[in-house]
């Protein structure tokens, strides 16, 4: 999807990028040798980021988290993360971080995990109306309704720009989210020991996990 956002974003020639979560740098390789962006990238795993300084040594990447980047306030045009907030401890935090190092008018693109359903009616959910944080903590890690990554946008200072539902490419994310959590177990609730109060696999899949793309405009 990144093509997808580029188009919408136009990024003027030599616009300065960041990745955040970029793994081996293949996003900021892209980046740089098809639209001529000046893109560079950061990773909390040294071996993935060791791995793209094997593939391309002139790669610019970094070791950082996306709570806490290497950069004053305001150089850069546009943050690209790519299937990385919902494992952020604190995405709220990560969203203000990232709108303190755009430039005025910046641009934020994101593609996540979301839950299309509320908590409300899923069998096994209790008699709980809304995502719970205990439930967010313990079974789904993270991941947030689209409600709550619209809110927490508006929270950090973004406008948004455009929301795609892109669902069917899921497969895709899950295999990816796989290598980071071990299992799909652990990625859809498999985690007993963390007290998800029975909530098995079924109910999980009943909260229709989804998969979202994503531009916003830094506004303040």
């Known amino acids: 999807m990144t ?6 974003c136009q990024f ?36 993935l980021l060791g791995e793209g ?20 306030n305001g150089p850069l045009d546009g943050i690209i993360c790519e299937c990385v907030l919902s ?5 709220g935090l990560a969203l203000r971080e990232f709108n303190r190092v755009l430039g005025q008018n910046g641009k934020l693109i994101l593609s996540d995990i979301y839950l ?10 209790g008699e709980e109306e809304n995502l719970p944080e205990r439930l967010m903590d313990d079974c789904l890690k993270r991941a947030l309704s689209a409600c709550s990554v619209k809110k927490l946008l508006g929270e950090a200072g973004f ?24 299992s799909m177990d652990a990625l859809w609730g498999g985690m ?23 531009v916003a405009r830094k506004e303040f």
């Open 159 to 182: 406008a948004l720009m455009l929301w795609e539902d892109h669902t069917p490419l899921l497969k895709e994310l899950a295999a990816r989210l796989v290598l980071a959590h071990g």
């Open 116 to 125: 299309r359903r509320a908590w409300s009616g899923v069998q096994g959910a």
């Open 3 to 8: 093509g997808r956002a580029m188009e919408f």
């Open 87 to 91: 494992l952020l401890p604190d995405p």
């Open 192 to 214: 007993k020991d963390g007290g998800c109060s029975g909530m098995g696999n079924s109910a999980i899949a009943a909260l229709k996990p989804g998969y979202y793309l994503l």
């Open 53 to 72: 300084k094997v593939r391309d040594a002139t790669l610019p990447l970094a070791h950082a988290s996306g709570e806490h980047l290497p950069f004053g």
């Open 12 to 47: 003027p020639l030599r616009s300065r990028l960041l990745d955040v979560g970029c793994s081996s740098g293949v996003t900021v390789e892209y980046l740089r040798n098809h639209y001529q962006l000046d893109a560079f990238g950061v990773d909390v795993s040294t071996r």
